[in-house]
Nanobody, 127 residues
Framework: QVQLVESGGGLVQAGGSLRLSCAASGRTFSRYAVGWFRQAPGKEREFVGTITWSAGSTYYADSVKGRFTISRDNAKNLVYLQMNSLKVEDTAVYYC????????????????????WGQGTQVTVSS
């Protein structure tokens, strides 16, 4: 049974930082990409970034490029989303998800490419 569990969300002031974690279990993820998405109230789920588990290649949405960094710890089966210079508009529920590889970069930006999802963690950025 594949399970993804996010943690690390919370309340932070604009300009601050948070690190989210995604604990993956239930299978070998070497042929998967793990993505981060977010969803604000009344909005569609939005791609944040993704990392290929084996190679560690990363891709980011333009809105977070240069501020957010995705990394993974293979030994611990953890994927991290380091968020710096947070803005009020980054407020959302953040989800991690896993998608099988190979996949194109455009495909990895689409929620429907991901078959496994975590329950989400709330990130609130105050002004």
């Amino acid at each position: 049974q594949v399970q993804l569990v996010e943690s690390g969300g919370g309340l932070v002031q604009a300009g601050g930082s948070l690190r989210l974690s995604c604990a993956a279990s239930g299978r070998t993820f070497s042929r998967y990409a793990v993505g981060w998405f977010r969803q604000a109230p009344g909005k569609e789920r939005e791609f944040v970034g993704t990392i290929t588990w084996s190679a560690g290649s990363t891709y980011y949405a333009d809105s977070v490029k240069g501020r957010f960094t995705i990394s993974r710890d293979n030994a611990k089966n953890l994927v991290y989303l380091q968020m710096n210079s947070l803005k009020v508009e980054d407020t959302a529920v953040y989800y991690c998800a896993a998608a099988p590889l190979p996949a194109t970069i455009p495909a990895m930006q689409v929620p429907s490419s991901y078959g496994y999802w975590g329950q989400g963690t709330q990130v609130t950025v105050s002004s």
